[in-house]
């Protein structure tokens, strides 16, 4: 039978995900079965002699240390693991993460790096009653807009302030790094094609993230050998529903490709993105249907806990019984 277009979709609403359903594995691993055949006279026999030497391969190396097989391989978009808190104490410089290659230096703007220097600030909680301190002192001085106007000065004064504390002994030195912000050099690492990211954002219509496309991979080196990487992006429109993004009866959003989002702040945390495909329509090629997957080897767990099931404790009831109607009868 020939697959039609128009099955696809009903095929793989009612079946779920082709993935998890086609033979790709099981015919891959009897190829690999057909290559122990050495002796076509007795093909069963050096299929069990393969099958007999790879497991005892795969028995030893489960006992070799400090020697990378396929059990401990890191994975290719392996981030590090969990967040290190050992080589620093702030929350901002301890985010898991590896580069993919080698990068690029070049010189920064002095736009960009402004807006990565306040973003990181902006982000950092330790950072947080400076950002409170600095508005305060603002709104003291009768500032006519009070958000411009920290965004335009906050790297400055924080630098200075944080500096004050510090020579008298109050912050950490990793503190005075973040405060004097990173080093005017970019390091732009390798992307590919698919770059789609996704963010989730505060006081959105429907509850819909920001999506964008990934611009710029960059690294900031602060003193101390601290470092942070951020994701530059060009961000669709998705502040106007209709326009710049929609939304149909099954919950798949289409964003606007050609609808760019015109913000002073393109920079996120690379641990803040998620990643996502977009998928070019079939009627109009400007826009593009949103799809969001996992990395590899990375799946969503619940930390429920479900409650022990426990049947109730029967009572039994004694089946003794005293009889209190005995005639009484004399022994001698």
């Known amino acids: 039978m020939i697959h039609l277009t128009c099955h696809l979709a009903w095929e793989a609403k009612v079946a779920g995900p082709v993935q998890f359903r086609w033979m790709y594995p099981m015919e891959r691993y009897l190829h690999k079965l057909k290559t122990y055949v050495r002796n076509k006279a007795h093909p069963e026999g050096s299929i069990a002699e393969g099958v007999l030497g790879d497991e005892c391969l795969i028995f030893c190396s489960r006992y070799l240390h400090r020697v990378e097989t396929k059990f401990n391989k890191r994975d290719r978009n392996d ?44 982000n950092c909680d330790e950072a947080f009653p400076f950002v409170q301190e600095h508005k305060n002192v603002l709104i003291q001085s009768s ?126 945390l690379a641990s803040q993105a998620t990643q996502v495909f977009y998928v070019k329509g079939v009627r ?14 990375a799946y969503e767990t619940t930390n429920d806990e479900i409650e022990p099931y426990q ?7 004694s089946m003794h019984a005293i009889q209190n109607d005995v005639e009484d009868n004399e022994i001698d």
Request: hydrophobic residues 30%; neutral net charge; charged residues 25%.
């Open 79 to 122: 981030d590090g693991g969990q967040p290190s808190y050992d080589a620093s104490p702030l929350s901002i410089f301890s985010t898991p993460g590896r580069a993919f290659g080698k990068g690029v230096l070049r010189e920064m703007s002095i736009e960009l790096h402004k807006a990565a220097t306040h973003y990181v600030l902006q």
């Open 143 to 268: 500032v006519d807009n009070v958000e411009e106007s920290h965004r335009l000065q906050f790297s400055n004064w924080i630098s200075k302030r944080v500096t004050e504390l510090y020579n008298d002994g109050k912050v950490s030195k990793q503190m005075l790094s973040l405060a004097q912000g990173p080093e005017r050099r970019r390091d732009e690492n390798k992307k590919t094609q698919n770059s789609g990211v996704m963010v989730k954002g505060e006081n959105q219509i429907d509850d819909v993230p920001w999506y964008g496309t990934l611009v710029d991979i960059v690294e900031l080196r602060y003193t101390e050998g601290n470092r942070v990487v951020l994701f530059n992006c060009d961000w669709y429109d998705m502040a106007r529903k209709g326009t710049g993004y929609k939304i149909d009866r099954y919950g798949i959003i289409t964003v606007n490709t050609t609808r760019k989002l015109n913000t002073q702040e393109p920079f996120v």
């Open 284 to 297: 109009n090629k400007i826009w593009s249907f949103v799809v969001e997957t996992n990395p590899r080897n």
């Open 311 to 317: 049947e109730a404790e029967t009572q039994i009831q």
